[in-house]
């Protein structure tokens, strides 16, 4: 679901069906989607994984959600969670 809200997302912003055209826009600065978690979500550049939240629970409600208030990251705060781009061995172009 998420995926075609994206494709038809970087449809409607660039005006194109060419797949190169979505792909550069999803992957650039100006491409973020409203998933419901609180936060838009993005692309990461050097790995084209999509960055999100990390929804924690007890088995009965959320308790938490990560990336934690107070870990920093120079680009986007959803880069704390998981290996960052130096220390990734993912060479995707």
Not at 15 to 36: H, M, Q, T
Not at 41 to 55: A, D, E, F, S
């Amino acid at each position: 679901w998420l995926a075609m809200r994206m494709i038809g997302e970087a449809a409607t912003r660039t005006g194109s069906n060419d797949p190169e055209k979505l792909r550069l826009y999803l992957l650039g600065n100006d491409f973020s989607i409203a998933a419901f978690k609180g936060v838009r979500l993005t692309l990461r550049p050097w790995n084209q994984q999509l960055r999100q939240p990390i929804l924690l629970s007890d088995g009965r409600m959320i308790v938490s959600v990560s990336p934690q208030e107070g870990f920093l990251h120079q680009t986007s705060e959803l880069d704390t969670l998981g290996a960052d781009q130096p220390e990734s061995k993912c060479k995707l172009k």
